[in-house]
């Protein structure tokens, strides 16, 4: 809404808002379904911050016992890959070794058929089904030696899949305790959410419940803050961009701060009382700074010179 001021002036009623802001969320945990998350400890609202400084912490208790529990798993799931390993190796020595047994016990039989012509029929006939058998036996062992290999690798394989799991578990686990410690992006006050808690609206507080990926608080630049007002269609043609105005807050009478128009929206919406009378954003900066300057403080602009040029 606006309000003329004499004939120079334009009132729009807004509010305050911070140029620079980074919104602070409920950590959303990887891997897990958590229905809320307790807050144990808050830094109280309208503190001064420096980037890295600890805004909240939630109870990670569970997260560190969880990753407490699959390091454990992951421990004995290992040590069950390394005895597959080792009993594979053992398997595979004998495996040769047996090989290596029929070969020569081949090359033996090969050397006794070569004496055919001195051994009787009886020794020949006994020699053949020596080569015979050891021929078979190589065979045989070389067939199995590929499929137990095969079986040993596949059977590893599985166990060390069910060991990498647990440890991927384990690091979601280990990141997700990192994630309950919130610390501040930038430089800045801390200025609290209103949010719905346990069925009522409120600002957090220490043993609150907060659902993951809820946005609670905010850390905002006090240095740069601007005012969002809503301009009605009649006045938007008194309106240039650089006109000078006085920001005044309703929570702070004696306040008035210097501003500037930035920007108006061009593409306005239906009125409340006409679809022909339209309402267009528009935003003014603040110059200068006060410790009482706030986000979401309910703001008058009084724009000076409406009717001269831009700048006046």
Known sequence: ???????????????????????????????????????????????????????AEFDRADQIRDFIDKK???????????????????????DDADIEQAESALTKAELEMQKGELLSRIDAEKAREDL?????????????????????KASIRILEIQRDRTRETMAHAETNASLMQIRSPIDG??????????????????GDQVRPGVPFMQVVNP?????HVLVNQLDLFALKIGRRASVHLDAYPDLVLPGRLESIDPMGRAGDFSSELRTFSATFSIDGSDPRLMPDLSAAVDVHGSTGGAGQ
């Not at 421990?75 to 398997?91: F, I, P, W, Y």
């Not at 050891?134 to 137990?148: F, I, M």
């Not at 240095?223 to 005012?227: E, G, W």
């Open 223 to 227: 240095s740069s803050m601007q005012v």
């Open 132 to 152: 015979d058998e050891a021929r078979a036996t190589l065979a045989q062992l070389k067939e199995t030696y590929v499929l137990k290999r095969q079986a040993a």
């Open 189 to 206: 006050i801390v200025v609290f959410d209103t949010i719905w808690k346990q069925g009522n609206l409120g600002e957090v507080q220490e």
């Open 1 to 55: 809404m606006a309000t003329r001021s004499g004939d120079s002036n334009v009132r729009l009623t807004g509010k305050t808002e911070a140029v620079q802001s980074r919104s602070i969320l409920a950590p959303v945990l990887s891997g897990q379904q958590v229905g809320t998350l307790i807050i144990v400890k808050l830094i109280p609202s309208g503190s001064r911050v420096k980037q890295g400084d600890l805004l």
């Open 72 to 94: 454990a798993q992951a421990e004995d799931q290992n040590g069950q890959v390394l005895q597959a390993q080792a009993a594979e190796e053992a398997a595979k020595a004998k």
